[in-house]
T-cell receptor
Framework: AQSVSQHNHHVILSEAASLELGCNYS??????LFWYVQYPGQHLQLLLK??????LVKGIKGFEAEFIKSKFSFNLRKPSVQWSDTAEYFC???????????FGAGTRLTVKP | ETGVTQTPRHLVMGMTNKKSLKCEQH?????MYWYKQSAKKPLELMFV???????ENNSVPSRFSPECPNSSHLFLHLHTLQPEDSALYLC?????????????FGSGTRLTVV
């Protein structure tokens, strides 16, 4: 079955620390990949997306993600986090044989000032 | 605001009530979706409408009934719900009918079933 896995439920970092959140999916075919962020009390916002081309994708607010096809991974990174990055982060995948977007369970990021 | 508007923002209903959630988008998008967001669980896709036709019903209980009268509006009719149906219900839309360009989400309706 096609699925999306986020390995970390809750990550706690201090400001200026580097961030990497893992995302893996199970499917050997073509995919579109997304990271969404949900700040407390707010709607899901798109951080970045990958369709094709350069596997290193740059998004908003200094985030980037790298698609590694051989590892079925699309990890999210940020070199230096800020307190305002405290939020829940969701990895999402559209599998090309489906008409819908599947989400991981989310990773809650807490950044301590 | 994202361009996808959901009302009401909060809803408390009894198990014997009938209520409806509304979603509206004026982005010119061609597909609309209902998701359920429960604590510590992945977002669960409930329904997909593409070009106003239902294309997927993800084994959702019949106490949830969607309606898409036109490309800008999507409803979720609720009746005889259970306490475990309490969750945040999210509506989303996408430009392409297959949604492969990504979705725009509304702020959700926080539903509590008592």
């Amino acid at each position: 079955a096609q699925s999306v896995s986020q390995h970390n439920h809750h990550v706690i970092l201090s400001e200026a620390a580097s961030l990497e959140l893992g995302c893996n999916y199970s499917y050997g075919g073509t995919v579109n990949l997304f990271w969404y962020v949900q700040y407390p009390g707010q709607h899901l916002q798109l951080l970045l997306k990958y369709f094709s081309g350069d596997p290193l994708v740059k998004g908003i607010k200094g985030f980037e993600a790298e698609f590694i096809k051989s590892k079925f991974s699309f990890n999210l990174r940020k070199p230096s986090v800020q307190w305002s990055d405290t939020a829940e982060y969701f990895c999402a995948v559209i599998f090309y044989n489906n008409n819908d977007m599947r989400f991981g369970a989310g990773t809650r990021l807490t950044v301590k000032p | 605001e994202t361009g996808v508007t959901q009302t009401p923002r909060h809803l408390v209903m009894g198990m014997t009530n009938k209520k409806s959630l509304k979603c509206e988008q004026h982005l010119g998008h061609n597909a609309m979706y209902w998701y359920k967001q429960s604590a510590k669980k992945p977002l669960e896709l409930m329904f997909v409408y593409s070009l106003e036709e239902r294309v997927e019903n993800n084994s959702v209980p019949s106490r949830f009934s969607p309606e898409c009268p036109n490309s800008s509006h999507l409803f979720l009719h609720l009746h005889t719900l259970q306490p475990e149906d309490s969750a945040l219900y999210l509506c989303a839309s996408s430009l392409s009918p297959q949604g492969k360009d990504g979705y725009t989400f509304g702020s959700g309706t926080r539903l509590t079933v008592v």
